[in-house]
């Protein structure tokens, strides 16, 4: 696994494409500071301030079947990290956002580049961490870990975290490390 830190991207799973075009290896992982078009799912837009945390990892699946497996692994390996280490209760509202209080704290994005087989999957995740306040447009749709638990969080740790989690689940899956 690599990790590649940025301070500023346009997106993280754009770099991640970028890159695993140019020969990057699966488990590679890109991490922002800030996005400045980060998005979801139908292209809505991702508030991605610094304090958040916003990353993609290439994947590189071996069946098409395994593709439909990461975006609810996913979600489900953050929903239980948000209750197993910060005490919340995290629901998962399909396919691919974690909520808190009926508020978005999470969203995974999947994109897939598929021809005779599969030849990337970016997995794009957005966790709001520490932010401590929203725009007013977004106030009553989206939360933070720091709203929810009023203490400050270490990004790098909750990365490795949910790393290890994805990682588990998603070999579990036949998504081995090839390249």
Known sequence: MEIKFYSKLNSTNQKAKELAKTGAKAWTIIVAETQKIGRGQQKKFWFSPKGGLYFSIILKPQKISDLEKITLNSAKCVANILKKKFRLNPEIKWPNDVLINNKKIAG???????????????CGIGLNTNIKKFPKELKKTATSIMIETKRQINN???????????Q???LNYEFKKRN
Do not use: F, H
């Open 108 to 122: 995974i994005l999947v994109e897939n580049v598929i021809g005779k087989d599969i030849k990337v999957c970016i």
């Open 156 to 166: 790098e740790q909750i990365l490795n975290t949910i790393l290890k989690e994805l």
């Open 168 to 170: 588990k689940k998603l």
